[in-house]
């Protein structure tokens, strides 16, 4: 008497990779990538601004047709200053007031420096100005960035997109590896290899960041960022095959 197949589908093995695992590894990784490629794409015009920046003069110095990309001083009023917390980092603004007439703006500074640590309302400061943008501060004889300095852009966006490249293409590696697990149907569940992979990934994300953060010249950051991630790529490469040969592996 042969039996009805049964109406329930077949459970997978302990310790096989899940469908959604390789797709959900998939859609990071391909997500992460593509953020990375737009901040790549958006490269060239930071890159571009902050040579501009760098070459800017006072407006004192150049003629009347120059002045709407000269570097600009406005003395101003301090409102108030604030503290805020955004995504548990901390952020400082300063109101200023330019003149009665018009409206005062907030700057946002650049971490806790020597002029928000002296700022209190009613003092008297410098706005220093590039095109539309508010860059420095400065009271007395201290200076202080703000957050929009234009010549720090690219490398932050340089150092976001390295590190958006080398986790989202670790995804990627890793949903192709859990597919192949599952095409050989292999349910050991391998955590020390798991761990060596996430270490290198950060190693190298790090490596890139520092890279990114410690100079300007752009081909020297892909080249150092690209060295980091090919010995990290080996270095990870040779002790995986080591775990594997070990017995029990």
């Known amino acids: 008497m042969n039996r009805s197949p049964s109406p329930w589908p077949q459970q997978q093995p302990p310790g096989l990779p899940s ?3 390789v797709i959900f590894a998939s859609v990071v990784g391909s997500v992460l990538v593509l953020a990375a490629a737009v ?3 958006l490269l060239p015009g930071a890159l571009s601004d902050a040579a501009d920046f760098r070459a800017a003069r006072p407006c004192a110095e150049v003629s009347a047709p120059e002045n709407g990309d000269c570097l600009s001083e406005w003395a101003a009023t301090v409102v108030s200053t ?3 917390r955004s995504n548990k980092a901390v ?9 009665p007439e018009e409206p005062s703006f907030r700057i946002r500074m ?20 590039w095109r539309d943008l508010v860059w420095q501060l400065g009271s007395g004889e201290l200076r202080q960035d703000t957050v929009e300095t234009p010549d720090r852009e690219p490398a932050v966006r340089l150092a976001m997109g390295l590190a958006l490249l080398i986790v989202g293409t670790a995804f990627l590696r890793g949903a192709g590896w859990l597919h192949r697990r599952r095409v050989t149907r292999a349910t050991d569940t391998p ?3 798991v761990v060596v992979v996430m270490a290198a990934t950060l190693l190298a994300a790090g490596l890139a960041v520092t890279a990114a953060v410690a100079t300007d010249t752009v081909w020297l950051v892909l080249l150092l960022a690209a060295a980091g991630c090919a010995a990290v790529w080996t270095a990870t490469t040779l002790l995986l095959r080591g775990l594997a040969r070990r017995p029990g592996a």
């Open 39 to 41: 901040l790549f794409a």
């Open 91 to 99: 952020t400082n603004w300063v109101t200023v007031d330019l003149s």
């Open 19 to 21: 469908l959604k695992g």
């Open 82 to 84: 604030e503290t805020g």
């Open 191 to 193: 955590t020390a290899q």
């Open 110 to 129: 650049r971490g806790d420096g020597p002029v928000w640590k002296e700022l209190a309302p009613g003092d008297r400061v410098t706005v220093f100005t």
